[in-house]
């Protein structure tokens, strides 16, 4: 099963940073099965195996040199 | 002449006259632009997807996600590491040459006139300032950005997973897809210059330009992002002073060519800073026989002179255009108002027929708007 998050976040200038943000949580954060980021709406859909803790995505979205607070969970 | 501005004008020749005019300024700013923006901007963010590129070639049997990519990319040696960046550049440089080629043509087609000319300036200024003041952090010009139609950003994804040793060649032709504000002003420049080859030139000499620090901050950084903090802001900050500066230069270009009275010669005209006062009407520049005025204005390499003559109004008028060692943009020569366009010489005299002058001031500048002049035409007491 499997959870979906979303984040809004901010520090994004381009296309290129929206990439970026996907590319570093599908593969650096064990669990995460898909992430998409708007970079318009300023927003990341990450769907992951239940049970991750979404202070981690967070945390790998703010090492990627973006701001991201946990706004969602279904 | 300018080294540049040799090479250009060597490899291509049918661009030389063109570029005279504006090669030495704004392909200066567009390399210290790019100097800038290869630490921050899209340019380093690229350097994140091309560095996921290359972990993820490294490691080709891996399933699912990989923790360990980090420590795999750490393990690769410098030479290593500049064989992707060398290849994602020129791969970058390719496409974003070709794209400032297509952009130049675009200006030539629309610049046909004049005012056309001063307009499409005028709007890619303003373009290039508004994407300057969302980076330097306005908020409301930050939402300024480009959005790529999503079949794009796939497009650009899949080649950064692609297993090809031209991966890293293919990704940097894809970069053109998802530009930024930087690069958007840069293609704005493009079609300003309204010449293929110095289109071309503008965005070859950005891509350029970022490859140092792309290198440094955008690729070997992205190991450790982190540490980038301070100094990407400030660089970020630096970028959109620049951007701001190349565009108040392009919009006060255009406004010049459209002969506005808020362009900077003209502000200064009205302020006197020029500190030029009207020559004497009987100087030797500017005479009368048998009914017919003729006035000499010098064209030197940077200036006409004098910046201000002036001249008896209602009598048919020559204007004689003596051009001293002019070279660059001084030799494109254009009077807005009365729609007078000519290409000087280096050494020589051209005339240009002004018919009777009205009273009032009659300006001029070279084709780019960067140097100007005019005439000052009063009515005649005696």
Known sequence: MSTTYVFTVSGMHCASCGLLIDETLEDEVPGVQRAETSVRKGRTVVTADDGLDPAVIAAAITAAGYQAVHALQT | ?382
């Open chain 2, 1 to 382: 002449m300018h080294p540049l501005m040799w090479m250009s004008c060597r490899w291509f020749p049918p661009s030389c006259e063109r570029l005279h005019s504006t090669v030495s300024t704004s392909l200066f700013s567009v390399l210290l632009l790019g100097l800038l923006a290869g630490g921050v901007s899209c340019a380093a963010v690229q350097g994140g997807l091309l560095a996921g590129l290359v972990s993820r070639q490294r490691q080709p049997v891996t399933t699912g996600p990989s923790p360990r990519r980090a420590a795999a990319v750490a393990q690769a040696g410098v030479g290593d590491d500049l064989a992707p960046v060398g290849g994602f550049l020129v791969g970058k440089l390719a496409s974003h040459a070709l794209l400032g080629a297509l952009l130049g043509a675009l200006g030539t087609a629309v610049q046909l006139g004049m005012h056309l000319r001063a307009m499409v300036q005028i709007g890619a200024g303003l373009l290039i300032i508004a994407m300057g003041l969302g980076q330097v952090g306005v908020k409301a010009f930050q939402g300024l950005t480009f959005t790529p139609p999503a079949s794009w950003t796939r497009l650009v994804r899949g080649r950064a997973r692609s297993q090809s040793a031209l991966a890293p060649a293919v990704l940097g032709v894809a970069s053109v897809l998802i530009p930024c504000g930087v690069t958007l002003s840069v293609m704005a420049l493009a079609v300003a210059s309204g010449s293929p080859w110095q289109g071309a030139l503008i965005m070859a000499v950005f891509v350029v330009g970022t490859a140092p620090l792309f290198t440094v901050l955008g690729f070997a950084a992205a190991r450790a992002r982190r540490a980038a903090g301070t100094w990407a802001k400030r660089l970020a900050v630096a970028t959109g002073v620049l951007i701001l500066a190349l565009g108040a230069y392009t919009l006060n270009g255009g406004l010049e060519l459209s002969g506005s009275p808020v362009a900077a010669s003209q502000i200064a005209y009205a302020l006197a800073l020029t500190g030029d006062a009207p020559a004497a009407v009987t100087g030797p520049r500017v005479s009368v026989e048998a009914g017919h005025q003729t006035v000499i204005v010098s064209a030197v390499t940077g200036a006409y002179t004098p910046a201000n003559l002036e001249v008896a109004a209602g009598l048919p008028t020559t204007l004689i255009v003596r051009s001293d060692k002019a070279q660059g943009c001084v030799r494109s020569f254009v009077i807005p108002s009365l729609n007078v366009e000519k290409i000087l010489p280096v050494n020589g005299d051209t005339r240009i027929d002004l018919g009777v002058l009205k009273p009032g001031p009659l300006g001029y500048s070279c084709g780019m708007g960067m140097y100007t002049g005019r005439l000052t035409v009063t009515e005649q007491t005696s």
